[in-house]
């Protein structure tokens, strides 16, 4: 039987790579985003494998809709919470600060809540979310968005001892990759610029590995270990 798996935040980057890789290694894969026209492009690629489903993550109704993405599926075995947004930010412009929240604080505890019940009631199941490196220590260009992964990384932790504490069959991988050349970054400079498909393959490694944390790359180990 083919082993099930849901990524949050399948129609770029990341996300879709490692939706592409999941697919071409025999998965059932339910992708999830808020652009219709790239998750259907997505689905096209293998019919017979991806299901789709569209979803803010920001709006109350998340969780309902990922509850109908397992459904088409057919259950999760794995659920990959890929989802965020960030900003350079140096003016600190309000907006910004409470958007980035909005997804990567609300909109995280949103659906990994969700996923944490589903495997709670179905005994077992393995949590992912890729959060970042940036935090670790606070970035004085995107206070929000190296906040907010610093709030994610903690609040896996927590999770984790959560279903410590209930006994639960729940596996955790924190993913903290380093920059990536993606559409998140498009507007912005950052050092160090890993290829996503790089990045892709060294997730799926790490969620097969089911390793609980994952800092990726090793340039970004190095970096971690010296600013600690």
């Given at each position: 039987?083919?082993?099930?798996?849901?990524?949050?935040?399948?129609?770029?980057?990341?996300?879709r790579?490692?939706a592409?890789?999941?697919?071409a290694?025999g998965?059932?894969?339910?992708?999830?985003?808020?652009?219709?026209?790239?998750?259907?492009?997505?689905?096209?690629?293998?019919?017979?494998?991806?299901?789709?489903?569209?979803?803010?993550?920001?709006?109350?109704?998340?969780?309902?809709k990922l509850?109908?993405?397992?459904?088409?599926?057919?259950?999760?075995?794995?659920?990959?919470l890929?989802s965020?947004?960030?900003?350079?930010?140096?003016?600190?412009?309000?907006?910004?600060e409470?958007?980035?929240?909005a997804?990567?604080?609300?909109g995280?505890i949103?659906?990994?809540?969700?996923?944490f019940?589903?495997?709670?009631?179905?005994?077992?199941?393995?949590?992912?979310?890729?959060s970042?490196?940036?935090g670790?220590?606070?970035?004085?260009?995107?206070?929000?968005?190296?906040?907010?992964?610093?709030?994610q990384?903690?609040?896996m932790?927590?999770?984790?001892?959560?279903a410590?504490?209930?006994?639960?069959?729940?596996?955790?991988?924190?993913?903290?990759p380093?920059?990536v050349?993606?559409?998140?970054?498009?507007?912005?400079?950052?050092?160090l610029l890993?290829?996503?498909?790089?990045?892709a393959?060294?997730?799926?490694?790490?969620?097969?590995?089911?390793?609980?944390?994952?800092?990726?790359?090793?340039?970004?180990q190095i970096?971690?270990?010296?600013?600690?």
């Amino acid at each position: 039987m083919n082993k099930k798996i849901i990524i949050i935040g399948a129609t770029s980057g990341i996300g879709r790579e490692v939706a592409n890789i999941y697919i071409a290694q025999g998965w059932k894969v339910g992708v999830a985003g808020r652009r219709a026209q790239e998750l259907e492009t997505l689905r096209l690629t293998a019919p017979e494998q991806v299901y789709t489903q569209v979803l803010d993550v920001t709006e109350d109704n998340a969780t309902q809709k990922l509850q109908k993405l397992i459904e088409q599926i057919g259950g999760m075995d794995v659920f990959l919470l890929s989802s965020g947004i960030g900003k350079q930010n140096y003016s600190l412009q309000t907006d910004i600060e409470l958007a980035t929240a909005a997804t990567n604080v609300d909109g995280f505890i949103r659906m990994t809540n969700a996923a944490f019940h589903f495997f709670e009631q179905q005994g077992h199941g393995h949590l992912a979310i890729i959060s970042s490196i940036a935090g670790t220590k606070g970035l004085g260009a995107a206070a929000a968005y190296s906040a907010t992964k610093r709030f994610q990384s903690t609040y896996m932790e927590a999770l984790e001892q959560l279903a410590r504490m209930n006994k639960l069959n729940i596996s955790f991988t924190d993913i903290r990759p380093g920059f990536v050349a993606t559409p998140l970054l498009k507007d912005d400079s950052y050092p160090l610029l890993m290829k996503a498909t790089t990045v892709a393959y060294q997730i799926v490694k790490a969620i097969g590995k089911k390793k609980r944390i994952a800092i990726i790359d090793w340039k970004y180990q190095i970096l971690v270990f010296l600013s600690s």
